[in-house]
Nanobody, 127 residues
Framework: QVQLVESGGGSVQAGGSLRLSCVAS?????MGWFRQAPGKEREGVAV???????KYADSVKGRFTISKDNAENTLYLQMNNLKPEDAAMYYC????????????????????????WGQGTQATVSL
């Protein structure tokens, strides 16, 4: 079992930045960030694999950066140039592992493939 605890959400104006953190109770190879706005489905934001390769949703490319500190079992999401449409509850997820111990190739679009989830942290973006 893996516990995930997110932090770093808050309220910013459009164009501002937030840095989300997720501390895991132990090392997990595949981790990612998902978000869910009211009335919408949960969507993948970014995923990072055991070899530090990353994938991003098209809507956040060039603005968000996912990174991981394996020594601290901590996942980060740096969010820059935030837009009102980025406002959502952000969830940390872990454990989308295909054979060989790497992320499923389509993990970012398959939230159901992740075994572990945090409780979420809210990001609010105002004009």
């Amino acid at each position: 079992q893996v516990q995930l605890v997110e932090s770093g959400g808050g309220s910013v104006q459009a164009g501002g930045s937030l840095r989300l953190s997720c501390v895991a109770s132990r090392y997990v190879a595949c981790m990612g960030w998902f978000r869910q706005a009211p009335g919408k489905e949960r969507e993948g934001v970014a995923v990072i694999d055991r070899d530090a390769s990353t994938k991003y949703a098209d809507s956040v490319k060039g603005r968000f950066t996912i990174s991981k500190d394996n020594a601290e079992n901590t996942l980060y999401l740096q969010m820059n140039n935030l837009k009102p449409e980025d406002a959502a509850m952000y969830y940390c997820a872990a454990g989308s592992l295909a054979a060989g111990g790497y992320c499923y190739s389509d993990a970012i679009s398959r939230p159901g493939s992740f075994r572990y989830w945090g409780q979420g942290t809210q990001a609010t973006v105002s004009l």
